[in-house]
């Protein structure tokens, strides 16, 4: 499949493999950044700890992310299968799994979407031929709302619970390594669940907690610290601005100023999800940070609620802030190093213009 923000994919390798993977999830997240970067900006302004705080604008907040968003996810993912009528019975069978679970329901969408138009294709191919004239609409209508009803349904009993306990595990994973004082693997966790929309499930339902029982003891906690750094997304949303894809590039600077001054970190997780191999950078970044942490004895007094950088040093301690400093640039640099490197400096998008002059009848031959 490809897409404005993915190149076509030719060969049947693992690594050819991958590469739909990630494009068909770009698909389906990369149109709606729109709709992020609104709900990033409502969120950032006006929620109680945001710029303008405003209790009316910022109802707007949940519906948005809980509702809005993820049935964005699976029309589009939907219609990327069946054309429209893939994508409304995609958005159908989102609110199944909305209604089925108490958490932001994006990976729960990237499934129900693409799977109710996929149902309905497989319907739509097995009658085409045998509708009787007349009766075209009256089968097309009754055979979607069936189809995306009993998705819907599916995803209230079963695929929501599922997610919901993905959910869980991985928060308890997060929880194991911190108990067991190994901190820095603790971004092989946190980082992949983060851009799969679980960072909230791990930051305040683990790390908050066990976090505010360091406090107790100690007055601050480098436990607010390993999901909230703000550095590693900051790192990948520079790589994409300086050598990522031309189609995105210019979205990248308002990612980051929502990211890095307004604390919102979903807004990065869509451009991970266009090239997994990105989670490397995300990895080694978040763990760079907390070793950083770590050597410099740094924690703070609070989760910083939005995580940006005003956030952290507001609830940094006093005489804290070289150690909090140093672990965001930290994170950020290796970030940004590892990203660049993993987009290729942005060579392949210097000489894809040149290779569409040249050859515009043929077909590349590169994976």
Do not use: C
């Not at 990065?268 to 191999?277: A, E, I, N, S, W």
Request: charged letters at 10%; a neutral charge; proline letters at 7%.
């Amino acid at each position: 499949m490809t897409t404005d923000y993915t190149p076509p994919v030719q060969g049947t390798g693992i690594k050819a493999t991958i590469q739909r993977f990630g494009g068909y999830l770009a698909g389906m997240i990369m149109p709606n950044i729109g709709a992020f970067i609104a709900w990033g900006l409502i969120t950032a302004l006006f929620i109680p700890t945001g710029w303008i705080p405003n209790e009316m604008f910022a109802a707007l907040v949940g519906p948005m992310i809980t509702v809005l968003l993820p049935v964005l996810i699976g029309y589009t993912g939907g219609r990327m299968v069946h054309g429209q009528r893939g994508a409304v019975v995609g958005a159908v069978a989102t609110m199944g799994v909305v209604v089925g679970a108490e958490v932001p329901m994006f990976l729960g969408a990237m499934i129900v979407g693409p799977l109710a138009a996929f149902l309905l294709k497989l319907f739509d191919d097995a009658v085409k031929d045998r509708i009787k004239a007349g009766f075209e609409m009256l089968v097309d209508n009754f055979s979607a709302g069936i189809i995306g009803g009993a998705v819907a349904l599916l995803g209230v009993w079963g695929i929501g619970p599922i997610i919901e306990a993905v959910t869980k595990v991985a928060g308890d994973a997060a929880g194991w390594l911190v108990d067991n004082r190994v901190l820095p693997l603790a971004s092989i966790i946190i980082e992949p669940a983060k851009v799969l929309f679980l960072n909230n499930a791990i930051n305040h339902g683990v790390l908050t907690p066990l976090g505010a029982a360091d406090v107790a003891a100690a007055g601050k906690s480098i436990l607010f610290m390993l999901e909230t750094n703000p550095g590693p997304g900051l790192g990948l949303l520079l790589a994409y601005f300086f050598f990522g894809p031309r189609a995105l590039r210019p979205s990248a600077p308002a990612a980051i100023i929502i990211h890095f001054l307004g604390g919102i970190h979903e807004i990065y997780f869509p451009y991970v999800l266009m090239k997994p191999r990105l989670i490397l950078a995300m990895i080694a970044g978040g763990a760079s940070g907390i070793l950083v942490f770590i050597a410099t004895g740094s924690g703070l007094v609070a989760s910083p609620a939005p995580g940006s950088i005003f956030a952290y040093l507001a609830v940094t301690p006093a005489g804290g802030y070289f150690g909090v400093l140093a672990g965001i640039l930290v994170a950020t640099g290796v970030t940004f190093v590892v990203a660049s490197a993993l987009l290729g400096f942005g060579r392949g998008e210097k000489e894809a213009p040149a290779e569409e002059t040249e050859q515009p009848t043929t077909t590349p031959q590169e994976a």
